[in-house]
């Protein structure tokens, strides 16, 4: 059974930062692509960044809320983790943070919810301002 197991989030202050983890179990996913995914209270679940196979091997929202420059995905294949660094963290980052695999190997970016199949359960990040 895959599990996508989701930790490190919590209450910070506007421009501190956090890292979250994402550990899997049930497979090895060193060849699939990786997801970060978050919803804030009231809104729609929104990618964040994915780090794949091919190169270049990451990829960022690019929005109004960027989290370009701030953000930055990692994976260690050796321990089955992904990574995501939060840093100048602010208040509209406040979400529940979740991460995503895809089941196929190989594949580029992904950016669509559809385009992942497993999910963890979510970590709270609080910003307070």
């Known amino acids: 059974q895959v599990k996508l197991v989701e930790s490190g989030g919590g209450l910070v202050q506007a421009g501190g930062s956090l890292r979250l983890s994402c550990a899997a179990s049930?497979?090895?996913?060193?060849?699939?692509?990786m997801g970060w995914f978050r919803q804030a209270p009231g809104k729609e679940r929104e990618f964040v960044t994915t780090?794949?196979?091919?190169?270049?091997?990451?990829?960022?929202?690019d929005s109004v809320d960027s989290v370009k420059g701030r953000f930055t995905i990692s994976r260690d294949n050796a321990k089955n983790t992904v990574y995501l660094q939060m840093n100048n963290l602010k208040a509209e980052d406040t979400a529940v943070y979740y991460c995503?695999?895809?089941?196929?190997?190989?594949?580029?970016?992904?950016?669509?919810?559809?385009?992942?199949?497993?999910w963890g359960h979510g970590t709270q990040v609080t910003v307070s301002s």
């Open positions: 049930g497979r090895t996913f060193d060849r699939h692509t």
């Open positions: 995503a695999a895809d089941r196929q190997p190989n594949t580029g970016p992904r950016r669509r919810i559809e385009d992942y199949d497993y």
């Open positions: 780090v794949y196979w091919i190169r270049p091997s990451t990829y960022y929202a």
